[in-house]
Nanobody
């Protein structure tokens, strides 16, 4: 079993930045991803990264979000820049590997002036 714990969310003004972190309880030899779910909307993929470091982004966040991972520390981070009100959502970490699929509990990001 894998436990994922997110941190780093908060309230930020439009144009601001945040860095989200996700710590896994064990090594993930697979894909780590960040998803988000806004009120009344379906959960959507924001960014993902393979164990070797190949990343993938949703079109809506390209150029503003950067995903990275530290395999030695079992962490994956999401640097979020130029935040917009429409980025407001609960952000979830997900791991996909031979161990199965696991989700973190989520961290709230609110973009508001």
């Amino acid at each position: 079993q894998v436990r994922l714990v997110e941190s780093g969310g908060g309230l930020v003004q439009p144009g601001g930045s945040l860095r989200l972190s996700c710590a896994a309880s064990r090594s993930i030899f697979g894909i780590m991803g960040w998803y988000r779910q806004a009120p009344g909307k379906e959960r959507e993929l924001v960014a993902s990264i393979t164990y070797s470091g190949t990343s993938n982004y949703a079109d809506s966040v390209k150029g503003r979000f950067t995903i990275s991972r530290d395999n030695a520390k079992n962490t994956v981070n999401l640097q979020i820049n130029s935040l917009k009100p429409e980025d407001t959502a609960v952000y979830y970490c997900r791991s996909t590997s031979t161990l199965g699929n696991y989700w973190g509990q989520g961290t709230q990001v609110t973009v508001s002036s």
